[in-house]
């Protein structure tokens, strides 16, 4: 039986084994996956090791994501994009980087959310490692407007610098929070701030009735910033999606066959 699994630290939280169980039992792929603690001084070699158990790939959570982009000796071009990678392909070409995170997310928004992109006024707060990943899926179905806010601004300059000549003229802007105006269709939180209950300062005139406000944090309980963009008119939604759409692409990277996530979404919601 082929075998997969999720490398973190820690890990014992992950939902990924039972994502990857429904997505093999809906589909009817005997497959194995399982979670590994790897220690924070030695992902490299639980990878290697697991890869000689005849491991076929893996993904891959905090805080190794950088480590994984290293590691790998080909990267697809989302994953160059990102400079971080969350899954990994075992084959006799070695290891290939993938980073599925950005597509999770755009396709929640567009498929189960029925938010389109294009056209669009889109705001991204935060500019680490998910806010990356996010950046060439969201160019990708051609906004009119991706203004990227962070805490640290240059981080987010940086982004912008990085994703100019893909941008296009104006689409792309960068600064920080209080420098946002106007209100948006759709604003992702890609911080962190949520973990720490804590809120982006962010003016309520970001949202307008009908904006789509995504955490990519989830949760049973909605997170400040879901409560301040509900009470400011939004629609909220948390990153349970997400996380159920980027474990779809990678499976379809690893098995050659997109998994129906509506079910496993819904199954998954009951377990928060
Ligand atoms: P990183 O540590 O790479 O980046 C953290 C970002 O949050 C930075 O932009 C940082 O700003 C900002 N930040 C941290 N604390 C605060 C604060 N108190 N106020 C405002 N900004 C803050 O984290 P990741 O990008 O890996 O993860 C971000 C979030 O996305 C996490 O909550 C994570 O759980 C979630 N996530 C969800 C996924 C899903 O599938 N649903 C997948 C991946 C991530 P600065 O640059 O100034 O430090």
Redesign the pocket.
């Known amino acids: 039986m082929d075998r997969y699994c999720v490398f973190g630290n820690p890990i014992a939280h992950s939902k990924s084994p039972d994502i990857h169980a429904a997505f093999a039992a809906q589909t009817g792929q005997q497959l194995a996956y399982d979670k590994r603690l790897a220690p924070l001084d030695g992902f490299p070699a639980a990878v290697q090791a697991f890869v000689a158990e005849g491991g076929k790939g893996a993904n891959v959570t905090?805080p190794f994501k950088l480590e994984a982009h290293k590691l790998a000796n080909a990267l697809t071009i989302r994953a160059q994009a990102a400079g971080a990678v969350n899954t990994l392909l075992f084959d006799e070409h070695g290891i290939t980087g993938d980073n599925t995170?950005g597509a999770?997310l755009v396709a929640d928004i567009v498929h189960n959310a029925g938010v389109a992109i294009a056209g669009r006024r889109v705001l991204l707060l935060?500019?680490?490692?998910?806010?990356r990943g996010a950046v060439l899926p969201l160019l990708e179905h051609r906004p009119a407007a991706l203004v990227i806010a962070?805490?640290?601004v240059a981080?987010a300059q940086a982004l912008v610098a990085q994703f100019a000549a893909l941008g296009g003229m104006g689409v792309l802007s960068a600064g920080g929070f209080g420098d946002v105006t106007g209100s948006f269709d759709i604003v992702i939180n890609?911080?962190?701030?949520?973990?720490?209950a804590?809120l982006?300062p962010i003016p309520a005139s970001v949202f307008h009735p009908g904006t789509l406000a995504l955490d990519?944090?989830?949760g049973k309980e909605p997170t400040v910033f879901l409560q301040f963009a509900k009470a400011s008119g939004a629609v909220p939604r948390d990153?349970l999606g997400?996380?159920v759409e980027?474990a779809a692409e990678a499976f379809l990277g690893w098995r050659g066959v997109r998994p129906d996530t509506a079910a496993v979404l819904a199954s998954m919601r009951q377990t928060l």
């Open positions: 905090v995170d999770g935060g500019a680490g490692g998910a806010a962070n805490r640290t981080t890609a911080t962190s701030a949520s973990l720490q804590d982006p990519m944090m989830y990153g997400m996380l980027q």
